[in-house]
C-alpha cells in the first residue's frame, strides 16, 4: 500500500503542467526545472501520460505539452493509472493454502479491501481542477494575511505545502 515516487512525481508534474500551462505548450524542460525531476525521468512518464490520454504533445517551436481535457475531467487516479501505481491496499493479501482461513483473516481481508474502495473513490472524485482551486484559495488567504504573496509567488506557491485536505474526512469504514 504504497504510492511510490513515480505516481508522486506525475501528480506533481500534472499539477505543474496546469498550473503554468494556460492553454499554451509546457516544455518537460521547464517542469523539470521547476519541480526538480530529472528530465529523463519527466519523459518517461509523459511518454505515459500520453499513452493514456490525459496529455497531448504540441510539436514544433513553442511545442511541449498540454492537457488532454480539462483539468476538471482529469482525476488523480486516472494520472496514478496512466503510470501503472497500484495502490490497493489488499492486492497482496493471500489466504492459507488449504483455504481453511480463520475469522481475523477474513475481518482483516475485508477491513483492507474497504480501504482500497475508499481510496480509489477518493482519488477518483479529487481533480487537478480541485487541487489546483484549492492551492490558490490557500495563497490568497495567506496573501490576505499579511504574507504579501505577489501573484508571481502566488503561481510559484502551489507547490508548497497546503495546510488542509482537499475535501473533508472520511467517516468510519462499514465491515
Not at 521547476?34 to 514544433?60: C, D, T
Not at 503510470?83 to 497482496?92: F, L, M, T, W
Not at 483473516?105 to 487541487?131: A, C, P, R
Amino acid at each position: 500500500m504504497r504510492l511510490t515516487s513515480k505516481g508522486r512525481y506525475a501528480v506533481r508534474a500534472m499539477l505543474d503542467l496546469t498550473a503554468h500551462s494556460n492553454g499554451n505548450p509546457v516544455r518537460l524542460q521547464e517542469i523539470s526545472t521547476r519541480q526538480s525531476i530529472s528530465l529523463h525521468y519527466l519523459e518517461q512518464l509523459f511518454r505515459k501520460l500520453r499513452n493514456g490520454r490525459v496529455v497531448k504533445s504540441v510539436r514544433g517551436p513553442g511545442g511541449g505539452y498540454v492537457l488532454a481535457k480539462s483539468m476538471d475531467e482529469i482525476a488523480v487516479k486516472d494520472i496514478l493509472d496512466c503510470v501503472g501505481e497500484n495502490i490497493n491496499p489488499a492486492r497482496d493479501i493471500v489466504g492459507t493454502e488449504d483455504g481453511a482461513n480463520t475469522v481475523e483473516f477474513e475481518l482483516s481481508k475485508n477491513y483492507f479491501q474497504n480501504l482500497g474502495i475508499i481510496m480509489q473513490e477518493y482519488l477518483q472524485t479529487t481533480s487537478l481542477g480541485d487541487l489546483i482551486r484549492k492551492a490558490k484559495s490557500e495563497a490568497g488567504a495567506r496573501s490576505s494575511m499579511g504574507e504579501g504573496l505577489t501573484s508571481e509567488s502566488s503561481s510559484a506557491s502551489l507547490g508548497a505545502p497546503i495546510g488542509q485536505s482537499v475535501r473533508a474526512p472520511i467517516g468510519e469504514v462499514n465491515q
